[in-house]
Every structure is written in structure tokens, then in C-alpha cells.
């Protein structure tokens, strides 16, 4: 059987609600935080970013909410359609723009 | 343009052996990343350069891997010898200066028997 590993927390909605996708960060000085969406078989591509001096970005259907003093960050995408299925990861910097990921979100959407 | 490009896309081979992983960023781009993602350990920084030059490799995991940039088009990480805890799928990533963003490769895919 599989070796004991860490499983992705996943998260399934229906086509059409909305997604709700959670990260908790760790470093308190961290200053620039970007999602990225990976789809089976692909690399991670960037969705959006936000700096610590906001609390709130919003794209194209996605909106980064960024709460400082828990050290939280959401991804809320409107709509979620089946392409959005996929992993998705957090990542924080500090400073010099090299990031450390977090484990990733799997999204599953049901049509 | 094209993406950051990776090969091969899948590499098969047996432990041992030596395996070297290559990698074209974008034009332009000062950073170069490469990347290890396995199951169990998620997505590890293995190693950046900046305008050519290795910054920092703590991420790599053992002297078997080694990792070069002779100019601004071209990279490889090469593991020697393989062993089959490294099969996992390989990432490159690079981004310019002025942005925390990264471009990703496809990825290679790495199985070591």
C-alpha cells in the first residue's frame, strides 16, 4: 500500500458556487504572497498576488483576501466552473521574492 | 513566446545511473528556480540562480545533485548516480527581476527503478 504522507486537504463544490480555498502562512515578516493554480500533468501557473500593505485583490473571478494579524490567506473563486478543478498553492516572500509553497488545496468542482 | 521549456518530459531510468534534467527560461528573465515535487514533501526549492550565478543551493539534497547555468538560455540538474527516492517530477521556474511571479515549466517527470 501507499507510504504514510501528508494528503492534500480537498475541497468539492458543484459548478457554479462559490470556492473558498485556505492558507495559513508562517512567517510574520513575510511582505508579498502569490496563488497558483496547478492542473494534473502542468506546472503551477500564477492567479493572483497581493502585498502585505493590502488586504484585499481582486482578478477576474478570483479575489485574495489577506488577514495579518492570524497570519491567513483565502482565494475566493465566483463561479467556479469544472476548468477550475486543480491544485492550488500558496505561496509567501519576504523580501527578495523567493518563495516557500504551501502544500496545496485540491479543488474538485462536480458539473 | 514559448514558456520556460523542459527535457525530457519523462525520464525512466535505473538507479545508478546519471540523469541530467534541462531546462530554457523565458527571454529575459534574470531568475532561474528549479524545483522538486514528490507526495510526501510537496513542492522543495532546490536551487536559484541570478543573472547566471547560483545563489543559493541549500535545497539540494545530497552532493549526487548538482545544478548549472553556463548562460542565460540554458540549465541542467543532474543527479549522479540516481537512486530511486529521487524519482519525483522536476520543476523549472524563472521570473524576471522586477516581479515575485513565476513562469513553471512543464515539468519532468523522473522514475528512477
Known amino acids: ?70 497570519k491567513h490567506l483565502s482565494l475566493q473563486i465566483a463561479a467556479t466552473q469544472p476548468g477550475d478543478s486543480a491544485v492550488y498553492f500558496c505561496a509567501e516572500n519576504v523580501g527578495s521574492y523567493i518563495p516557500t509553497f504551501g502544500r496545496g488545496t485540491s479543488l474538485i468542482v462536480h458539473p | 513566446d514559448a514558456g520556460v521549456i523542459q527535457s525530457p518530459r519523462h525520464e525512466v531510468t535505473e538507479m545508478g545511473q546519471e540523469v541530467t534534467l534541462r531546462c530554457k527560461p523565458i527571454s529575459g528573465h534574470d531568475y532561474l528556480f528549479w524545483y522538486r515535487q514528490t507526495m510526501m514533501r510537496g513542492l522543495e526549492l532546490l536551487i536559484y540562480f541570478n543573472n547566471n550565478v547560483p545563489i543559493d543551493d541549500s535545497g539540494m539534497p545530497e552532493d549526487r545533485f548538482s545544478a548549472k547555468m553556463p548562460n542565460a538560455s540554458f540549465s541542467t540538474l543532474k543527479i549522479q548516480p540516481s537512486e530511486p527516492r529521487d524519482s519525483a517530477v522536476y520543476f523549472c521556474a524563472s521570473r524576471p527581476s522586477i516581479t515575485g511571479r513565476q513562469f513553471f515549466g512543464p515539468g519532468t517527470r523522473l522514475t528512477v527503478l
Open chain 1, 1 to 70: 500500500g501507499e507510504s504514510v504522507g501528508l494528503h492534500l486537504p480537498t475541497l468539492s463544490v458543484q459548478e457554479g458556487d462559490n470556492s473558498i480555498i485556505n492558507c495559513a502562512y508562517s512567517n510574520s515578516a513575510s511582505d508579498y504572497f502569490i496563488w497558483y493554480k496547478q492542473e494534473s500533468g502542468k506546472g503551477p501557473q500564477f492567479i493572483i498576488d497581493i502585498r502585505s500593505n493590502m488586504d484585499k485583490r481582486q482578478g477576474q473571478r478570483v479575489t485574495v483576501l489577506l488577514n495579518k494579524t492570524v
